[in-house]
């Protein structure tokens, strides 16, 4: 294949802008899949994790061929905590599609992956993708996304960027909003053909220019595993070519060499991958046969030896400890539930995600992991829980560093918030407690008003289930790490205490009915409990003891209507999320497969206070 028939390119996006979506009707139109086959919705997104939360985790790579050209298409994730992730795609690629929903315009995101994609001096395509939907505005998001090009200093070059119109859903693209089935108010959406768009990759994208006749150079982004051939490098041919039983050198991060051999050589076709002989600069592969193989290494020919440098990747920002579990429930639900079975899991976890750090403590049974937020902990840990593991997590805690006039740093969020009009009083109030800043107020069309923060990341921790609270589940709350700044003073962050089990035992209605009146309840009767479990939330500000396993008394007694039902109000079931910006300093959140329990650090009360009065 020469180079003029091959294209690499990445779709970038703020979450839920339809990136996978986009993929799907590529990967349909270009003749992918049969006439008869039954095709799943964002069939990308194959993992279970990112099917029921809508979200895409890892990259995807698959491969189309239109007009005797093939186009390798890397899908990658929106979320800001999973950035590590497109960072080390866009090394692989030679241009993207910047994907702008059609009425939300630029978000946190978007900012973020267009100005990783122009420093690399990535080619843009930009996509207004969603024109079908109401209210949308094509004309206006295509100035938006100029404006955003001049703010991040792209040059002259950049700026002329092509543009396509699109609707990734009803699968039709065109180079002008008003064609195709662009749907207003007299205006009807009809079917249409996504042929604009990959012309427009064909006309606009530059093919690979790597010199298929000099030594290897190949370098490894991402990384696959197999159960029958081992671990699998994912990575573009910079230079030179590479064929099946080649002996190579493995360039290491660490500076060391090592001469090993490729087994097997494979590159993407549709949604699989396929054994290949060679492949020439250019080609994304895939190689197997090397054991110790990791991101960011380079693969080079044996009599020249030139390692390519690695993207840096920014660090994380939010650390939580896990924990060998200690609760008189350890180890009934779990299948690996030693600190070594624990140890071993988030170090391989680390090969892979490269955003991602774990690192040893003073404790054995004690591992300090770091990511790029609460979002990409969570998935790790619920990755963790259904492979069997069992353990116990703490509070995140953002990590600070020190300035070079030996200030304290801290990480400060870009928050954007679209909220119904009624509730912009409460939502101002609420983050201005945690001392954010307000940096913009626009108000859209549709009663909706646009607001920008900058804001401590300590005071988003706990922020969403009383921002979907305040706003009764209308508002959109998005944040991006935006820099260092020096530590804006304490935050008060929860107000109210926990309800903390009595003694170890099943939950009875009576006893959760005496006990529903001091606050919140998470769970219901029936529940196997142990002293020290959390099992509400107070409404006061202050933790109280309660003994939610109470059994009536019976007599001979009886009097009207002292029998009737007792009504418990229900309880509140807290996802994992919510567990994790629930619990406090003092507090834990045990991880089982089957179970999420909160509970205190100090599972005695009589233990807990001798704590609390020797640290007054």
């Known amino acids: 294949m020469s180079e003029t028939q091959l294209r690499n390119i990445a779709i970038i996006a703020h979450v839920d802008h339809g990136k996978t979506t986009l993929v799907d009707e590529m990967l349909k139109q270009s003749g992918i899949f049969r006439d008869n086959e039954q095709v799943a919705d964002r069939v990308m997104d194959s993992n279970d994790l990112e099917r029921e939360r809508g979200i895409t985790i890892l990259s995807k790579n698959t491969a189309i061929h239109y007009n005797n050209t093939k186009i390798n298409i890397v899908d990658t994730p929106g979320h800001a905590d999973f950035g590590g992730e497109v960072e080390r795609i866009l090394m692989m690629v030679d241009g993207v599609l910047l994907l702008v929903d059609a009425f939300e315009g630029c978000m946190p995101q978007t900012r973020f992956v267009l100005k990783k994609a122009l420093n690399l001096k990535k080619k843009v395509l930009v996509v207004i993708n969603k024109i079908d939907r109401p209210n949308a505005r094509p004309a206006e998001v295509v100035d938006e996304v100029l404006d955003l090009f001049i703010d991040l200093g792209a040059d002259d070059d950049q700026l002329e960027f092509p543009v396509i119109y699109a609707s990734a859903k009803n699968g039709y693209a065109s180079v002008d909003p008003e064609a195709d089935g662009y749907t207003s108010d007299n205006k009807t959406v009809s079917a249409g053909t996504m042929r604009p768009l990959l012309d427009a990759i064909l006309t606009h994208i530059d093919p690979p220019c790597g010199d298929k006749d000099g030594a290897l150079q190949l370098l490894i982004s991402s990384l696959d595993y197999d159960d029958y051939i081992g671990r699998i490098g994912i990575g573009r041919i910079e230079r030179g070519a590479v064929k099946r039983g080649d002996a190579v050198v493995l360039c290491k991060a660490d500076g060391s060499v090592e001469n090993v051999k490729i087994s097997r050589l494979y590159q993407f076709e549709g949604l699989r991958r396929v054994e290949c002989d060679s492949a020439a600069a250019g080609d994304i592969v895939c190689i197997s046969g090397i054991e110790d193989l990791y991101i960011g290494e380079t693969l ?241 500000n202050e933790d109280v003891v309660c003994n939610v396993c109470k059994q009536k008394h019976l007599t001979n007694t009886r009097a009207s209507g002292s029998d009737d039902a007792l009504r418990l109000v229900p309880p509140s079931t807290l996802s994992l999320e919510q567990c994790m910006e629930f619990i406090k300093d003092d507090e834990l959140l045990e991880v089982t497969p089957q179970s999420l329990r909160l509970r205190k650090t100090i599972l005695s009360k009589e233990l807990r206070m001798k704590h609390q009065f020797r640290n007054k």
């Open 300 to 540: 080079c020919s044996a009599n020249c030896v030139e390692p390519l440098p690695f993207i840096k990747i920014d660090e994380p920002t939010i650390s939580m400890n896990f924990i060998v579990n200690d609760s008189p429930f350890a180890g009934r639900e779990g299948k690996f539930v030693t600190s070594r079975n624990i140890r071993d899991r988030l170090f391989k976890e680390v090969e892979t995600n490269v955003s991602m750090k774990v690192e040893e403590t003073e404790s054995t049974d004690t591992f300090k992991v770091s990511g790029r937020g609460e979002l990409h902990l969570s998935i790790l840990i619920e990755t963790m829980r259904r492979q069997g593991y069992e353990f116990s997590v703490s509070r995140p805690k953002v990590i600070f560093k020190e300035g070079e006039n030996g200030a304290l740093l801290e990480p400060v969020e870009q928050l954007v918030i679209e909220v119904p009009d009624q509730y912009v009083g409460t939502v101002i109030e609420k983050l201005g407690s945690r001392k954010a800043e307000l940096r913009d107020m626009i108000s859209n069309e549709g009663a909706t008003t646009h607001l920008e923060f900058l804001i401590p990341a300590r005071g988003l921790i706990g922020y969403r289930p009383e921002f979907m609270t305040d706003t009764n589940g209308n508002g959109i709350m998005n944040q991006i790490f935006d820099s260092y700044q020096e530590y804006k003073g304490d935050i008060q962050t929860r107000e109210r205490g926990s309800i903390v089990v009595h003694e170890t035992g099943t939950s009875t209605g009576y006893g959760l009915f005496n006990t529903q009146d001091r606050g919140r309840l998470f769970i219901g009767p029936g529940v196997e409990v142990y002293e020290g479990m959390i099992v509400g939330e107070c409404a006061k």
